[in-house]
């Protein structure tokens, strides 16, 4: 029979040291922050070069909207994608995204950046900074 003991900060088992294990749901939650004024739920962990929150599960980085959306709703189905509905990418809050197809997706941030030049152009501010 294998002994185990318990040790602050580590398991140790057969004489081996690992950090200790964290249940998936308990890390994920940890890393978010909830923003008031937008509703938002903003993702405080590691992020891809993109800017989209990710996390580290079974062996892989996956994104974190789409860990969070998957827990309190339903798994996207294959072939979809998740549309941040907020417009921002460190926002996990699942009520703030929707299940899009890709092209759907690409045609809202490219809507969503010609309004955002729009704007711009209105207030006489540069349109290529206002993306």
């Known amino acids: ?14 004489g ?5 294990s964290i249940p998936f749901t308990e890390r994920l939650i940890s890393k978010i922050i909830r923003c008031k004024g937008t509703g938002c739920w903003i993702w405080q962990g590691a992020s891809t ?4 929150g990710q ?3 079974k062996g892989k980085n996956i994104l974190a909207h789409r860990a969070v959306f998957e827990m309190f709703k339903y798994a996207v189905p294959k ?14 809050n699942p009520q703030h995204l929707e299940v899009v197809t890709h092209s759907e997706n690409l045609l809202r ?8 030049a729009a704007i711009a152009k209105a207030r006489g501010e540069n349109a290529e900074l206002a993306v």
């Open 1 to 14: 029979m294998t002994e185990k003991k318990t040790v602050p900060g580590y398991n140790i088992v057969n």
């Open 16 to 20: 081996k040291k690992g950090c200790q």
């Open 49 to 52: 070069t993109l800017g989209y």
């Open 55 to 57: 996390i580290w599960k």
């Open 79 to 92: 072939g979809f994608e998740l549309d941040h509905l907020c417009r921002n990418k460190s926002c996990v």
């Open 109 to 116: 941030a490219m809507r969503h950046k010609k309004a955002r």
